[in-house]
């Protein structure tokens, strides 16, 4: 497996200094393989966290930047709501795999898409750093990727030339094209699991 870092900054344009993933580097425990990106009432402008059901309370991670390898993404309906959902499945190295949650139609979900789609499939299939920090706009989550020496902010990529917003079903079928190519398989794993269970 690939050596996977958790890059730290000091800042928005601090400097970058690479760490090694060490365990529990997100504060989760075992079974919380699930995490939301979310501004929750209760978390201020905290991110990403965990949900507590025996509390029934969300848990603020440890960190909100986090690196990883990028097994699958794809769109899914979650809830009693059954609202659309981002899912990104993610191997944190040390850290195991985790599931990240958003919403399919936020500002959030289609700046991280937007930022995914704009790299080849070779760095897409590699380490990938992420930055959650919580936007000006009340609710509002701002991710961004390192990749080559930079934060890559996907909100100008999100729109076309006109400055209209790009479906999110269109830069999420990109991102998955890209890794696909990147892993060089036919399917990603979410799409070999709804093969599977159409199977009689």
Not at 176 to 197: C, D, F, N, S
């Amino acid at each position: 497996m690939n050596m996977i870092t958790n890059i730290s900054t000091s800042g928005a344009a601090g400097p970058i200094t690479p760490n090694l993933i060490t365990p529990a580097m997100l504060g989760w425990r075992h079974p919380r393989k699930v995490a939301y990106i979310h501004r929750h009432p209760q978390l201020n402008d905290h991110c990403l966290y965990f949900w507590d059901h025996q509390e029934n309370i969300p848990v603020p991670t440890d960190s909100q930047d986090l690196s990883f390898l990028l097994e699958d993404i794809y769109v899914e309906e979650r809830g009693q709501f059954k609202a659309n959902k981002l899912i990104i499945d993610a191997d944190l190295g040390l850290d195991g795999r985790l599931r990240l949650v958003v919403g399919f139609s936020t500002a959030c979900a289609t700046t991280l898409m937007a930022s995914l789609s704009a790299l080849s499939p070779a760095l897409l299939n590699g380490p990938l750093a992420l930055r959650l920090r919580a936007g000006s706009s009340q609710g509002v989550v701002l991710p961004a990727i390192y990749i080559d020496n930079e934060w890559i902010d996907g909100r100008p990529l999100s729109r076309d030339d006109k400055g209209n917003a790009l479906p999110p079903i269109d830069l999420l079928t990109e991102v998955q094209t890209l890794l696909r190519h990147g892993m060089e398989v036919e399917m990603l794993p979410h799409q070999i699991r709804k093969a599977q269970r159409s199977i009689p």
